[in-house]
């Protein structure tokens, strides 16, 4: 993939190739991307227990998810919904006449 860079850009990697010691263009853009990582994972704190999310189980999503449907909606629901879900989901003949 080539990579168009302003003729200063251009000129300081080339300068760098000739006075650093870098043998390639590639070689000083790995150079310098890796430092640019170094950098940023210094400056990004680490998440201490108080800023960590707190994890909850996926049974209580159901709960929670559960409680929040109206009684009126309940109501609306088939009664045999769990026996014929594949009726009801995908048009499946039921089971049980």
Avoid: N
Wanted: glycine share 4%; hydrophobic share 30%; no cysteine.
């Amino acid at each position: 993939m080539p990579i168009f860079l302003p003729p200063d850009l251009d000129a300081r990697i080339q300068q760098k190739i000739t006075e650093a010691g870098y043998r390639t263009p590639d070689e000083v853009i790995r150079k310098a991307l890796d430092a640019l990582d170094a950098k940023e994972q210094q400056e990004t704190p680490p998440l201490t227990k108080e800023k960590k999310r707190s994890v909850t189980p996926v049974w209580q999503r159901f709960q929670d998810a559960v409680r929040s449907i109206s009684e009126k909606e309940l109501d609306t629901l088939p009664p045999d919904g769990a026996s014929e879900h594949d009726h009801y989901l995908y048009g499946i003949p039921k089971r049980s006449a």
